[in-house]
């Protein structure tokens, strides 16, 4: 397979700058480029590994990456299609910008590290305004999908002028790296042509881009922190148990996608799980594979086999408490809803109760039916379907 062909196959191009020889460049490689992140957290997520991916992906064919975390623009926030961002504190951005660069160090060891507080926090807002400001035009910028969305709830002169920060990053990139290319999520188009424009007018070269779409649940949420079910790639946040038993599980008409995207598994062998999934799916070959290849990438082989050996005793009936995630919760939660709560298996009483109705927990492999349960154990496993496994210890 060529560059282009790879990422296709795999349903990583979403949309492509046109320039007609972008795709012969994909292909004969040797492009530095660029892709970055904003430090909303101190952790990735898994919707961040696929698009980071893409990293060792355009690697392999020659190109070289650059791995752009926003110490800048993370002070600022990108335009959401619901609301703007909250403002976060200094302090917490470079504590979350060290802990960011930590694991993407770990995990793409050969990346180049840049940080765009480095070059945009000493510049005045006056050299800022002349320099960049007068190269946009407020009627293009108010057209970019995300911002007409937004116009009529109302969006702040700060988020607004978020695309104008991102523009400039790839301006500098290109003037001090020489990236041409700048990859993105679906959501990050508006900016990443406003990038495209801004170099083309300041120094009248081309530049290239693309985005992948992003990664979504079977009923098209996405997977994130602002929607409440991130998979943390810190296996202090999400165990490598409960990121191997949520992909295990993933839909059957996903797991293929999942698998396109999330590993590095030749087409022959993605196309031999595919046909597993259409004549065993009761086998689940197709997710034990997801979910076994991403816990290996991102913990070790070693915690891959754990988590596979205890999801394969815990659904055998040999329950191995002593293997999976514990939470320990304090001894005043002795109701089945407060306890849920209480170890985040739910984020609320009444969506504790609903789940309790609907009879999807378990106790110790018991089904709760009584939603006014009260447990006397100190130590059991506690059990939302198959996603969400855990022990509990109370103290």
């Given at each position: 397979m060529t560059c282009y062909e790879d990422l296709e196959y795999r349903g990583l191009i979403k949309d492509m700058t046109s320039n007609p020889d972008f795709i012969e460049k994909l292909n004969k490689g040797g492009m530095t480029f660029y892709i970055g992140t904003d430090p909303t957290a101190d952790s990735l997520h898994i919707g961040h590994l696929s698009s980071f991916l893409i990293c060792e992906?355009?690697?392999?064919?020659?190109?070289?990456?650059?791995?752009?975390?926003?110490?800048?623009?993370?002070?600022?926030?990108?335009?959401?299609?619901?609301?703007?961002?909250?403002?976060?504190?200094?302090?917490?951005?470079?504590?979350?910008?060290?802990g960011l660069k930590n694991q993407l160090a770990k995990y793409f060891p050969d990346c180049e590290m840049v940080n765009n507080l480095d070059w945009t926090e000493g510049i005045t807002l006056i050299d800022f305004l002349r320099d960049v400001g007068k190269f946009f035009n407020v009627s293009y910028m108010i057209n970019k999908d995300i911002i007409k969305r937004r116009l009529d709830e109302g969006?702040?002169?700060?988020?607004?002028?978020?695309?104008?920060?991102?523009?400039?990053?790839f301006l500098w990139l290109y003037k001090n790296k020489n990236c041409v290319m700048e990859v993105a999520g679906q959501d990050q188009w508006g900016n990443i042509t406003s990038g495209?424009?801004?170099?083309?007018?300041?120094?009248g070269k081309e530049a290239y881009a693309f985005t992948m779409p992003l990664?979504?649940?079977?009923?098209?949420?996405?997977?994130?922190?602002?929607?409440?079910?991130?998979?943390?790639?810190?296996?202090?946040?999400?165990?490598?148990?409960?990121?191997?038993?949520?992909?295990?599980?993933?839909d059957d008409e996903m797991v293929i996608p999942y698998i396109k995207r999330f590993t590095f598994l030749e087409k022959e062998e993605i196309d031999a799980l595919e046909e597993s999934v259409k004549t065993c799916p009761e086998k689940r070959e197709a997710g034990k594979?997801?979910?076994?290849?991403?816990?290996?990438?991102?913990?070790?082989?070693?915690?891959?086999?754990?988590?596979k050996e205890t999801s394969e005793k815990l659904f055998s009936g040999e329950l191995m408490a002593e293997n999976m995630p514990t939470i320990e919760i304090s001894g005043e939660n002795k109701g089945i809803l407060d306890i849920m709560v209480a170890a985040e298996i739910a984020p609320s009483k009444s969506e504790a109760r609903r789940l309790v109705q609907q009879g999807g927990v378990t106790l110790d492999g018991e089904k709760v039916v009584d939603v006014a349960m009260q447990v006397d154990k100190t130590s059991f496993v506690l059990a939302k379907g198959k996603k969400k496994i855990v022990k509990i210890e109370i103290k």
């Open positions: 992906r355009l690697a392999k064919y020659g190109h070289h990456p650059i791995v752009l975390v926003g110490g800048a623009t993370g002070l600022i926030g990108d335009p959401r299609e619901t609301k703007e961002r909250d403002e976060s504190q200094k302090e917490v951005i470079a504590k979350n910008v060290q969006i702040s002169y700060c988020e607004f002028s978020y695309q104008l920060l991102q523009a400039y990053d495209v424009e801004l170099i083309k007018k300041v120094l990664v979504t649940t079977k009923s098209g949420v996405k997977f994130g922190k602002s929607e409440g079910n991130a998979l943390w790639l810190d296996k202090e946040k999400t165990t490598p148990y409960q990121m191997y038993q949520y992909l295990l599980n993933s594979r997801l979910a076994f290849e991403v816990v290996k990438y991102l913990h070790g082989e070693e915690e891959a086999i754990k988590a």
